[in-house]
C-alpha cells in the first residue's frame, strides 16, 4: 500500500507543469466586397440567313448582297441588335 501510494504521487508529479497557460484566441472580422457577374436579361439576336445559291448575273448578285449587308448592318439589323444586346450585359 505504501508503494502505490509513492506510486500515485510521482505519477501526479508527472503532470503538474510550470508553464503559461496558452494566449487567448484573437477573432477577426474581415469584410470584403466581391464584384460577382450578373445575370444578363438581353438575348442573342437572330443571325441573317447565308445566302442559298449566288446568281450568276452581275446585277441580280450584287442586289442579292446589298439586300444581305442591309439585313446585317442597316436600321434595326443583326449588328445593332447584337450591340444592344452587348451593352445591356456590360459596363460602359
Known amino acids: 500500500m505504501k508503494y502505490l501510494g509513492i506510486a500515485t504521487l510521482v505519477l501526479l508529479s ?4 510550470d508553464s503559461a497557460p496558452p494566449p487567448a484566441v484573437e477573432v477577426h472580422t474581415v469584410t470584403r ?4 457577374q450578373r445575370p444578363c436579361q438581353a ?4 443571325r441573317p440567313a447565308p445566302l442559298a445559291k449566288l446568281p450568276t448575273d452581275g446585277v441580280a448578285l450584287a442586289a442579292e448582297l446589298a439586300l444581305k449587308l442591309a439585313e446585317y448592318s442597316g436600321p434595326g439589323g443583326f449588328a ?6 452587348l451593352k445591356t450585359c456590360t459596363k460602359p
Open 80 to 85: 445593332d441588335r447584337a450591340m444592344a444586346a
Open 33 to 36: 466586397t466581391v464584384e460577382v
Open 14 to 17: 508527472g503532470c503538474a507543469t
Open 43 to 46: 438575348t442573342i439576336p437572330q
